[in-house]
């Protein structure tokens, strides 16, 4: 049959209809693609308004991401209503600078636990960078 159609001229196969269906390979299927969740609006009072808000109180420079590590502390420790998790990704959100968490958060902040925080995990980091550069001495 390739003869044949060889043999036909470039103005007889523009007449022939050809049934796209047949000898085609079969495209192969796409790949799904996850659709990302909607973002979530974001909060009227979050951490971000949270840090501005504890930044205008104690005029010290504070941050919603060094914040946060404080806000996890104390849902670990029960003291505000937040689950901790890899899997929870929701937002902070509190009804406003009243709210009862906030104010906690606020007498946190200013006893100094996000300083003290801070300065255990950078006491934590320097023991564990001492410990490994005398295990690389011990090695030469």
């Known amino acids: ?21 047949e000898d085609v390979e079969e495209e192969a299927p796409k790949a799904k693609t996850k659709k990302k969740p909607a973002k979530a609006e ?12 504890i930044a205008d109180l104690t005029g010290d420079e504070v941050n ?3 914040l946060r590590t404080l806000l996890r502390k104390m849902a670990r420790d029960g003291r505000i209503n937040r689950e901790v998790s890899q899997d929870n990704r929701t937002r902070y959100s509190w009804d406003g600078p009243n709210d009862p968490e906030v104010k906690k958060i606020v007498k946190a902040y200013q006893k100094g ?6 300065k255990a995990a950078l006491d934590k980091l320097k023991a564990s960078k001492s410990k490994k550069d005398e295990d690389a001495d011990d090695d030469d």
């Open 113 to 118: 636990e996000l300083a003290a925080e801070k």
């Open 64 to 66: 919603a991401r060094s």
């Open 42 to 53: 974001d909060p009227t009072f979050g951490a971000k308004e949270l840090a501005a808000h």
């Open 1 to 21: 049959m390739t003869k044949a159609i060889e043999d036909l001229k470039d103005e007889d196969l523009e007449d022939i209809e050809v049934d796209e269906d």
